[in-house]
Nanobody
Framework: QVQLVESGGGLVQAGGSLRLSCAAS????????MGWYRQAPGKQRELVAT???????NYADSVKGRFTISRDNAKNTVYLQMNSLKPEDTAVYYC???????????????WGQGTTVTVSS
């Protein structure tokens, strides 16, 4: 099994910054795609950013230029640096990892427990 531990959420004023982390442990052969999603109250979960194993990134239009996703393969950790935060960024943020647990085996998707980000105006 694979466990994900998220950290870094909190309360910040508009214009401020936060850095989220998501560390994976357990039965991991390799981690392929890593990503961050968010779910605001009353809304569906949406993609924020993803990063492939070779470092290719993808961002939602709403966060481009403000958020940066990165990964440390040696630590099995993905980060989300969030700058110039806006009240509309308020949500529960979830990390998602696509993991190959055995050599040549299938990929499995795992989710973190979620961390709350609240941006006050």
């Amino acid at each position: 099994q694979v466990q994900l531990v998220e950290s870094g959420g909190g309360l910040v004023q508009a214009g401020g910054s936060l850095r989220l982390s998501c560390a994976a442990s357990g039965s991991i052969f390799s981690i392929n795609a890593m990503g961050w999603y968010r779910q605001a109250p009353g809304k569906q979960r949406e993609l924020v950013a993803t990063i492939t194993r070779d470092g290719t990134t993808n961002y939602a239009d709403s966060v481009k230029g403000r958020f940066t996703i990165s990964r440390d393969n040696a630590k099995n950790t993905v980060y989300l640096q969030m700058n110039s935060l806006k009240p509309e960024d308020t949500a529960v943020y979830y990390c998602n990892l696509v993991v190959e647990t055995t050599i040549g085996g299938p990929n499995f998707s795992f989710w973190g427990q979620g961390t709350t980000v609240t941006v006050s105006s």
